[in-house]
């Protein structure tokens, strides 16, 4: 059995600068990186010495000066009662290094009752405990810390995501190129290989019948579905337009992981049996550029869930085959669209270089008409009561019958701070939320200070308990974004956090969240894991903790604030999963005090 080797950690502050196509090695030396070791004779854990790509091996420090680890490289599933051994919580094998539970092909491909012409095969399904894996999932081989933002939009560590599929199959649409031991990504799309910026314009001119910009149009939040490797995100940043990307894991697999290497927002799903797990009202632009979706068929009961996501002026863009191609189905297949969007009350307000838009309407009039003459289904009043968490599909519009839950909506940075009647309806007064946002920025500037790094080393940010989006707000001004979780057995908060102009999804934290290993720079869990001790053996620390390993990277930050014996559990169990745990007594929201934890990943690596 293989042992494990933590060396020293070691670190080079990179400088910013601009990236040139000329020459790996100028490259690099803007970036904070490391590198590994080749393999020897039986497997060892190695903090890997951070060194800039060309220099000769005889710089890199040797695994012989490493102090030594006790934890077992080994094939571990999850048992009852949970087992964490002395020597430390098992490490997977190498080539586990991008497990996905949630995800995993293997066991998907053996169930036999999914609905695969509907792609229920490419949702979020996950395996029994016992055939969970209960390891830390390891990094690849020659793994870097990724490159910081800005840089990152533009270029990533092969390394990192080493695959060349993506590359081979979308090179042409300069979707992503290789470049040395780089990916550079060059703006492209599969309907904008010309480049995202060109694009994103003359979508402009298409919402404001060119008079304006997309933000003008009044967009700030869009859904990007099928987003490839998010491209079409990264450029829609300089408008500060926030968007939440999803894409399956599927021919393409590996897209969601380039997304959140390069420092955008994204996460792994699919428009398939069930509802996104985003709630209804929160997105002034749906966008589908060539995303391999079939909106025409079963009724358009797709177009319907992207109805409901829609804000009431809303747009849904559509550049994808076979619109005005000129292809035996495509008569047949836009036929179908006009007529669904038409019974929809959809406004179809421009076509141009195979794109449509649609505006859906704000009075609900034409859809009661429609209901009425049996064209429409109405969906009954509290289907959009609860949190959008594994809800099938339904084949029905919901109607905004009451006007003054209707909220007229100011540019993002005014929103941030805004009293929005989403939080009247749940019972958060003007005062409650004052304190909160003042709270939040109090704490955020004591984190920055604790940390004791540069705020560039992070961008990927992960609340896991988001409440009314403070801790979100009060980064607002730093390079970050923020995927804001709120577990659907909590207050249904979401609405507000959208409302804010914040992104976010529902989750059940008993269960993985939906993205790839190493996606996130930072996680924050405030009073999370005590509200999931009392569900059942099922969902217990051990189980929290081994995800919360799986999705922050190697130096990654984790601030846990909880009860005291859950914390005092957490720094007992950290060192068995290769964490440094520092404590701090910061305020709590009550004016008293609480403790703190700042957990770190070591930074270690199979060779």
């Not at 990307?245 to 792994?268: L, T, Y």
């Not at 969240?513 to 894991?529: C, E």
Request: charged share 25%; glycine share 6%; proline share 6%.
């Amino acid at each position: 059995m293989g042992r494990w080797w933590s060396p020293a950690s070691a670190a080079v502050d990179p400088r910013s600068v601009q990236l040139l196509l000329v020459g790996v090695a100028l490259v690099a030396t803007s970036f904070y990186a490391g590198t590994l070791f080749g393999s020897s004779a039986s497997p060892a854990l190695v903090l890997p010495p951070l060194s800039r790509p060309g220099l000769p091996d005889s710089s890199r420090s040797k695994v012989a000066d490493a102090p030594m680890f006790t934890n077992r490289v080994s094939l571990t599933y999850r048992t009852k009662p949970v087992r964490v051994p002395d020597h430390g919580v098992d490490v997977c094998p190498l080539e586990y290094n991008e497990y996905v539970p949630c995800h995993d092909v293997a066991f998907i491909s053996s169930l036999k009752n999914l609905d695969r012409s509907r792609h229920e095969d490419l949702e979020s399904i996950c395996p029994p405990r016992e055939k969970r894996l209960f390891c830390l999932v390891p990094p690849p081989n020659d793994y870097k810390i990724p490159i910081r933002w800005p840089t990152s939009r533009d270029y990533v560590w092969h390394s990192n995501v080493n695959h060349s599929h993506l590359a081979d199959v979308k090179g042409g649409q300069n979707w992503v190129h290789e470049k040395g031991k780089l990916w550079w990504f060059p703006g492209g799309g599969t309907h904008f290989k010309h480049g995202a910026s060109e694009y994103i314009e003359r979508l402009g001119n298409m919402t404001t019948n060119n008079t304006g910009d997309l933000r003008s149009a009044g967009v700030v939040q869009v859904l990007d579905v099928g987003c490839g490797v998010a491209s079409f995100s990264a450029y829609l940043l300089a408008l500060d337009i926030q968007t939440m990307s999803f894409a399956p894991k599927d021919g393409h697999e590996n897209q969601i992981q380039f997304a959140v290497e390069r420092g955008i927002g994204a996460m792994i799903s699919v428009l398939a049996t069930k509802q996104l797990p985003y709630p209804g009202n929160s997105f002034e632009m749906v966008h589908c550029s060539r995303c391999r979706v079939d909106w025409h068929e079963n009724d358009g009961i797709l177009l319907k869930e992207v109805d409901r996501l829609l804000r009431p002026n809303g747009y849904f863009v559509y550049s994808a085959p076979p619109a005005y191609r000129k292809d035996k189905d495509f008569p047949v297949i836009w036929k179908k669209l006009v007529n669904i969007t038409t019974a929809m009350c959809w406004k179809l307000i421009a076509k141009h270089v195979q794109t449509a838009i649609w505006v859906k309407p704000e009075d609900e009039s034409c859809r009661q008409k429609n209901a009425d003459m049996k064209l429409l289904n109405i969906c009954e009043s509290n289907d959009n009561v609860l949190p959008s968490w594994k809800i099938p599909l339904m084949n029905c519009v919901r109607l905004n019958k009451d006007k003054s839950e209707i909220q007229k909506l100011h540019s993002r940075p005014d929103r941030l701070l805004f009293y929005f009647k989403s939080l009247e309806m749940i019972g958060v007064t003007p005062a409650r939320f004052e304190k909160n946002n003042e709270f939040w920025k109090n704490q955020v500037h004591k984190y920055w200070s604790l940390f004791d790094v540069e705020k560039t080393s992070i961008r990927n940010v992960m609340d896991m308990n988001a409440k009314y989006g403070g801790f979100a707000a009060a980064l607002s001004n730093d390079p970050v974004w923020i995927m804001n979780v709120v577990p659907y057995t909590m207050s249904n908060t979401l609405p507000v956090i959208y409302d804010r102009g914040l992104l976010g999804s529902y989750h059940d934290w008993c269960e993985p969240f939906s993205t790839y290993p190493r996606s996130y720079d930072l996680l924050h869990a405030f009073h999370l894991i005590s509200h999931y001790e009392s569900r059942n053996e099922d969902c217990l620390l051990e189980d929290i903790m081994l995800e919360m390993d799986r999705i922050i990277r190697p130096q990654g930050f984790i601030i846990i604030r909880d009860e005291k014996n859950t914390l005092s559990r957490i720094i007992d169990l950290a060192p068995k999963f290769l964490w440094d745990v520092s404590t701090h007594m910061l305020e709590n929201e009550e004016n008293g005090t609480e403790l703190v934890l700042i957990c770190r990943k070591k930074f270690w690596a199979i060779v």
